[in-house]
Every structure is written in C-alpha cells, then in structure tokens.
C-alpha cells in the first residue's frame, strides 16, 4: 500500500506542484492506497480537497487473510471478475483448485472470450498482470503508522450481493474500525452491491 501511494504521488507531482489540492478517490483496495496518499500529503504539510473510499476495508483489517493460497486467489479473482464485468464466466470453480497457475489463465481466457469480454485473438497470458495485482492487494498488510486528521468520506454499499442487504453490525463495526485512523470521518450509504454501485445505475448518485 505504502510503495503504491508513493508512486502514485511520484506521478502526480507536476499536478501537485500547481498548488491546487487533489480530490483523492478509491475502491476497495484502492480505498487504502488513496488514504496514504492523502496521509503522507498531509505529513508534508500538503493540502486534500477531498479523499473519498468506496466500499473499503478499513487499514489493519484483521478478517484480511495475508497466507491466502494461489487457488484461494484464483477462486477469488474469478468471481471478482464476475462481479465487475457483470456476467457469469463459463468457469469450474470446483476444478480451480487443482489447476496450475498458467492453467488456470488459460482456463479463465477461454472463458471470458465466450464471454465476449476479451477478443479471440488475445494471449492466454492477457489476464497475467491482473491477476498478480489482485494476489498482491489480498496479500498485502496495511498498518498506517499515524491516523489520518482530514476529513473523509466512506460509501458503503448497501447490498453484500445483489439482493442481500449488508448487515449493520458489519456496518457499525467498519466505520469504527477505520476511524481509529480516520476521526474526521462521515459515512453514506450508497445503492448497489460492491461492484454494481461503480455501474452507469448507480455511480451518478456516487
């Protein structure tokens, strides 16, 4: 999360050097990336016009399993990919766990081929890079040595899926976690699941 944040400034630093305060955003994983952002802007005396995590575990989450196995990653790259492309991939989530890593890819390119979501002519390899950066983000561990004291807002998807309204202890138990690191904190619920409430129904009212 650290090393991310830190490029990501690296990138922005002509922008930042035009004095004008950045309007920070994340989803999921990206949520924490954006937080330290805004974190080390702020211990450099620099100013954030706004930071705004979507559906984002807070920093320290314990319930993140950092020793998740390659076929646990596999299951859930491919379901999260189901989510965020909107469609049910032609996958064997039964079989993934006995796949190989270059199996699995070509598994997963076939099918999102059949999906219409990758053209016929695409390496099997298209989905390599992804897959890397959603290991890396389930693995990683984020431990924020300072809280944050800007203000910052947390949209949480009203749904677990679609249908399934998220509990509110979990809720509750979220928005009091992440203001351990965050006091200035204000939260709103938004509509939709976690990938849904980014789609062109919801992400107007995001």
């Known amino acids: 999360v ?33 937080f330290e952002m805004a974190r080390q802007l702020e211990a450099l005396g620099q100013p954030v016009a706004s930071l705004t995590l979507v559906d984002t575990a807070p920093p320290g989450n314990p319930a993140r399993e950092h020793d998740l196995r390659d076929h646990e990653i596999q299951e859930r790259f491919a379901d999260a990919l189901q989510g965020a492309l909107g469609v049910t991939l032609d996958v064997d989530f039964g079989a993934l766990r006995s796949l190989s890593r270059s199996a699995f890819l070509a598994s997963l390119h076939t099918a999102m081929v059949r999906a219409g979501k990758l053209p016929r002519a695409s390496s099997v390899m298209t989905m390599a890079g992804p897959l890397a950066a959603f290991a890396a983000a389930c693995r990683s561990a984020y431990h924020p040595s300072t809280p944050y004291l800007g203000t910052i807002k947390l949209a949480i998807a009203a749904e ?22 965050a006091p200035e904190l204000g939260v709103v619920i938004m509509p939709g699941d976690h990938f849904t409430m980014l789609r062109a129904a919801q992400v107007h009212e995001l």
């Open 2 to 34: 650290e090393a991310a944040a830190t490029a990501n400034l690296a990138a922005l630093r002509e922008e930042l050097g035009r004095g004008r305060p950045p309007h920070l955003v994340g989803h999921s994983y990206g949520g924490l990336v954006v």
């Open 160 to 181: 677990l899926h679609t249908g399934v309204p998220t509990v509110q202890s979990d809720i509750d138990g979220a928005v009091a976690a992440l203001r351990a690191f």
